[in-house]
């Protein structure tokens, strides 16, 4: 059955469109979009929603996330399962589900799983692995004595076993044969992030040539700016083919550092969770990649040393705290959970926008940019 959406204050694509409507066909793919009524002539059979005057942008897309619901995407499909639809009700429609330090074993194992369900279902996009291949010293809630440099035949037992669904891979591109598993990652089609790094803003220009456009997190587990020692994210800055993420969950960065990251990459920066299992549950004790977690007032710490471990942090969420405490513009920061992720992921020619021919995923928020309903592949979740 198709859908129509009407009265809506469309947000995508950059713009706001007042009176609008859209129609998602039964082929899971937005088959028009307008203003005004003539959406009646195309609502005969149709389920009609009529949005009342909220806001409807694109589905929201996650590249970095590891939990939610109290389950951990590591922790096998039921985990899976159970975490998605926690991210799903708060208005992300696609995941790319990351993985934490393990054994490359392990890692082949898990992203085998992720590949299997992506099979069976659109709305899992495949697998990001943060981790082995990291800087023990900026290694975050990794576990150090798994952390190692990349070898080819690691590469490609991890590609092998993700079967063509390993959407991102973060990597310390410092690490002995660092800059050559950045370019075998990305001659196969991987986005590759540089992250949890000691690189220097040569060094990281060096990964970007090599292949990397991503930096994973920006400002959490690498080099800061400074003026005599730019750092990462300078370099990232520099490069109009690299996205940088951030979690703008008011914790792992400041919002008016945040505030510097859209003014000095705009159109390049995505808003990712980095949820883990914590994300739409209690606080209290947790694990993270075998580590004790602590969460208090919605804020994961490493019971070992007190490292921010993951976030609780959904993308509604985000969206919010990007108007409200960044001051970003809605149609900018709708852009960086929708368009701007799907191009870091090279999925820009059919996810992020709600323009015909684009997958039939739609968020409804009220003007307090709170969910009011979810659409994922033209079924309504919500």
């Known amino acids: 059955m198709s859908t129509v959406i009407h009265s809506a204050r469309l947000v995508t694509d950059g713009t706001i469109t007042d009176d609008a409507w859209v129609v998602f066909g039964s082929d899971a793919a937005v088959a028009g979009r307008g203003t005004g009524d003539a959406w009646r002539a195309l609502a005969q059979g149709a389920a009609v929603v009529d949005a009342a005057g909220d806001i409807l942008t694109p589905g929201f897309i996650d590249i970095h996330g590891h939990g939610g619901g109290a389950a951990a995407y590591d922790d096998g499909a039921d985990a899976i399962a159970t975490a998605v639809a926690v991210h799903r009700a708060h208005g992300t429609t696609r995941s790319v589900l990351s993985l934490v330090t393990a054994s490359v074993d392990d890692l082949a194992a898990r992203a085998g799983v992720i590949a299997d369900l992506a099979g069976r279902d659109p709305l899992i996009l495949g697998s990001h692995l943060e981790g082995p291949f990291l800087d023990v010293g900026h290694k975050g809630a990794h576990t150090p004595e798994l952390l190692t440099a990349p070898s080819r035949d690691a590469v490609d037992t991890l590609l092998d076993a993700a079967g063509g669904t390993l959407r991102q891979v973060t990597i310390a591109p410092e690490l002995p044969g660092g800059l050559e598993a950045i370019g075998a990652f990305a001659r196969a089609g991987v986005t590759v992030a540089i992250g949890h790094t000691d690189a220097d803003f040569d060094m990281a220009c060096a990964a970007f040539d090599a292949g990397a456009t991503l930096l994973t997190h920006a400002f959490n587990a690498m080099n800061g700016i400074h003026h005599r020692a730019p750092g990462p994210v300078v370099a990232a800055f520099s490069r109009d083919d690299v996205t940088i993420e951030v979690i703008n969950d008011g914790t792992h960065v400041h919002p008016q550092v945040v505030r510097l990251l859209f003014a000095s990459a705009p159109g390049r920066v995505a808003l990712v ?3 883990m299992a914590a994300a739409g549950a ?4 947790y694990t993270l990649g075998g580590l004790a977690v602590t969460v208090t ?3 994961a710490r490493l019971v070992d040393g007190g490292s921010i471990a993951g976030s609780t942090l959904t993308q509604d969420e985000a969206l919010r705290r990007a108007v409200t405490d960044v001051g970003l513009s809605l149609p900018d920061a ?4 929708t368009r701007v992720p ?8 059919s996810l992020g926008s709600l323009s015909p021919g684009f997958a039939a995923d739609a968020v409804l928020l009220n003007d307090a940019l709170e969910v009011r309903s979810v659409w994922a592949a033209g079924d309504q979740l919500r």
């Open 273 to 275: 969770t980095d949820a």
């Open 297 to 299: 007032d919605g804020v």
């Open 342 to 349: 799907a191009r870091a992921i090279g999925a820009d020619e």
């Open 282 to 285: 209690a606080d209290g004790a």
């Open 334 to 337: 709708v852009d960086a959970l």
